[in-house]
């Protein structure tokens, strides 16, 4: 039971980390990468469709990213749907691509951008120590219906705690990784 617990409680701390990770790409460094587009839909034939399923999108130079779409007839719609999200990007056509060249970054835009990292990063660590209370609790109602000793709910809970140290950890890491690549000029 208190290992079922440990895996659930780990199964929600990496699900953490991976939206942390998720609403990292969103943040666009000034270096051009695919996943910047990730959160981009397109309509196509009616339907709310990811960019990546109905264009190639691949990195030209460091600062361009270029879209080749299946249909010729999607590149307005393209264009209009990369201009109506809040990236920033202006795309250009030329023939059947599309480019997107990634504007320059003030310094004062690295510093917000930097400061949405940390609130993401803190909203991560909030639900990795959510995780940790939820399994508490399921711990502490084990022992209360005698289901546990108190000497295993007290080791249960020195587990979970060390998992949650360790996650907490790698959510630091990963946000001193994305200011670093902010930051970087």
Do not use: C
Request: proline fraction near 4%; glycine fraction near 2%; avoid cysteine.
């Amino acid at each position: 039971m208190i290992d079922d617990i440990k895996a659930d409680a780990e199964k929600h701390m990496k699900k953490s980390l991976d939206a942390l990770s998720a609403s990292f790409n969103k943040i666009r460094t000034g270096r051009a990468h695919p996943a910047i587009l990730d959160s981009v839909h397109v309509n196509y034939y009616g339907q709310d469709t990811p960019l990546k399923q109905v264009a190639s999108v691949n990195v030209e130079d460091n600062r361009t990213l270029t879209i080749s779409p299946w249909e010729k007839q999607l590149i307005p719609t393209i264009e209009k749907a990369i201009m109506a999200s809040d990236l920033g990007l202006n795309p250009a056509t030329s023939g059947d691509l599309i480019r997107v060249p990634m504007p320059m970054l003030t310094e004062e835009t690295r510093r917000e951008m930097v400061k949405q990292a940390k609130a993401d990063a803190e909203h991560a660590r909030v639900s990795i120590r959510n995780a940790r209370r939820d399994a508490n609790n399921d711990l502490k109602d084990l022992e209360k219906e005698k289901e546990i000793t108190e000497d295993d709910q007290r080791r249960g809970e020195d587990e979970i705690q060390k998992l949650t140290d360790r996650y907490i950890a790698d959510v630091d890491k990963t946000l001193k990784a994305k200011e670093d690549d902010l930051m970087a000029i």
